[in-house]
């Protein structure tokens, strides 16, 4: 499985992005679909996954302000980011998982909150 995400950038306090990841070569129902993210000096985190089935979950520090959905016609995963804080300066990774020994990892992308 290929997963590739886009829509990170620079944006100002209180701010709006829109991240996306694309994948391809595998079957994309069979995956959870997370959004992860790692700060400089930090331990990656989990910030919202979502089912196959809808179900999501999300890191108390997004809740309410941050949307994960996927598209299962067109095999992407979205986050949507709303009232963005410095805090969530990042950088974010899109993974997808199956199980211990079925799962990827995107390439990053960067998302900076300017205060």
């Known amino acids: 499985v290929q997963l590739q995400a886009s829509g990170g950038g620079l944006v100002q306090a209180g701010g709006s992005l829109r991240l996306s990841c694309a994948a391809s070569?595998?079957?994309?129902?069979?995956?959870?679909m997370s959004w992860y993210r790692e700060a400089p000096g930090k331990q990656r985190e989990l910030v919202a996954a979502?089912?196959?089935?809808?179900?999501?979950n999300y890191v108390d520090s997004v809740k309410g302000r941050f949307t994960i959905a996927r598209d299962v016609a067109e095999n992407t995963v979205s986050l949507q980011m709303n009232s963005l804080k410095p805090e969530d300066t990042s950088m974010y990774y899109c993974?997808?998982?199956?199980?211990?020994?079925?799962?990827?990892w995107g390439q990053g992308t960067e998302v900076t909150v300017s205060s």
């Open positions: 979502i089912s196959s089935g809808g179900t999501t």
């Open positions: 993974f997808a998982y199956a199980d211990y020994e079925d799962h990827y």
């Open positions: 070569g595998g079957k994309f129902s069979d995956y959870v």
